[in-house]
């Protein structure tokens, strides 16, 4: 079964404290795995995703095959950062998501 | 660029009513998506349209139907409301429809059932 984990609903850091929000996968095929944000009153919008290996807004999430991992981290939070985040499993050639419940982040001054 | 545009934001039906959503997708985005969120979990899948193609369909009751136009618009209906209906319902559009190209999101429609 297509299944994607955050096992923490609510994650609350101090600025500048390290940040790693968890998120767990299951799926038999090859995972297409992304990150996607949402800031107070605005839209649901991509981060980032596994493929692109790149940092946005200091981000980054390596996929661990082994683990069946795709947790989401960053060195020095920011007060900014405080959102609702989603880890989300791509099905191919679809625009289906799998979305896991999401853990809201806040950040603390 | 507008971004992805839904109507109306906000609705109120009665249960055993019947409810039509709309979406417009950003400009040269030719796959609509259409998800459920319901309060304290993540979006759930409901269909794509893809070329005013089904392409894909979640595990949800026949009650949920839903088109693509020429125009690459789309609506969602839901007939035979039931109060488990109420949720944020979003529509999301894509370039390509596959997994290669990245979901926009738009704002919602907030449905609550009565």
């Known amino acids: 079964a297509q299944r994607v984990t955050q096992p923490e609903k609510l994650l609350s850091v101090f600025k500048g404290a390290p940040v790693e929000l968890k998120c767990n996968y299951s799926?038999?095929?090859?995972?297409?795995l992304f990150w996607y944000v949402q800031y107070s009153r605005q839209r649901l919008q991509l981060l980032l995703r596994?493929?692109s290996r790149e940092s946005i807004k200091g981000f980054t999430a390596d996929l661990n095959k082994g683990e069946t991992s795709f947790h989401l981290k960053k060195p020095f939070a920011q007060e900014e950062d405080s959102a609702m985040y989603y880890c989300?499993?791509?099905?191919?050639?679809?625009?289906?998501?799998?979305f896991g419940t999401g853990t809201r982040l806040q950040v603390f001054p | 660029d507008a971004g992805v545009t839904q109507s109306p934001t906000h609705l109120i039906k009665t249960r055993g009513q019947q409810v039509t959503l709309r979406c417009s997708p950003i400009?040269?985005?030719?796959?609509v998506s259409w998800y459920q969120q319901v309060l304290g979990q993540g979006p759930q899948f409901i269909f794509q349209?893809?070329?005013?193609?089904?392409?894909g369909r979640g595990n949800f009751p026949d009650r949920f139907s839903a088109r693509q136009f020429p125009n690459y618009s789309s609506e969602l209906n839901v007939n035979a409301l039931l109060l488990g209906d109420s949720a944020l319902y979003l529509c999301?559009?894509?370039?390509?429809?596959?997994?290669?190209?990245?979901?926009?999101f738009g704002n919602g429609t907030r449905l609550t059932v009565t």
């Open positions: 999301a559009s894509s370039l390509s429809g596959t997994e290669n190209s990245p979901l926009h």
């Open positions: 799926y038999s095929g090859s995972p297409e």
């Open positions: 596994h493929i």
């Open positions: 989300a499993l791509g099905l191919y050639n679809t625009d289906k998501l799998i």
């Open positions: 400009s040269g985005h030719k796959s």
């Open positions: 349209y893809y070329e005013k193609e089904e392409r």
